[in-house]
């Protein structure tokens, strides 16, 4: 088992930044392939960011491109999702996640993942 827990989600105003971290424990962290998604109320669970086990490959949903930065720190077992340039259509529960990396498949789907946090808020103002 892999408990994952979020912290650092708050109220940002437009344009502003927060970084999430996600502290993992249970198993070797360097083991998982790491992911964030965020769910908006009313809408469906959406990918945000994806890391490698080792932090040579990230991946990004669309919408968060060129704003968002997903990190990892294997020695600390922490991942991180350093959020910039916040907008409005940014406010929902962000989840970290995880899946051991000996299954080859798709990290921006969230069926991949085992592992789920218990969330954390975050919601930007205008």
Known sequence: QVQLVESGGGSVQAGGS???SCAASGRTFSDYVMGWFRQAPGK???FVATISWNGANTDYGDSVKGRFTISRDNAKNVVYLQMNSLRPEDTAIY???AYH????NSPV????YDYWGQG???TVSS
């Open 18 to 20: 927060l970084r999430l």
């Open 44 to 46: 469906e669970r959406e």
């Open 95 to 97: 989840y970290c996640a």
């Open 101 to 104: 990396r000996v299954y080859d």
């Open 109 to 112: 789907r969230s069926s991949t």
């Open 120 to 122: 954390t808020q975050v």
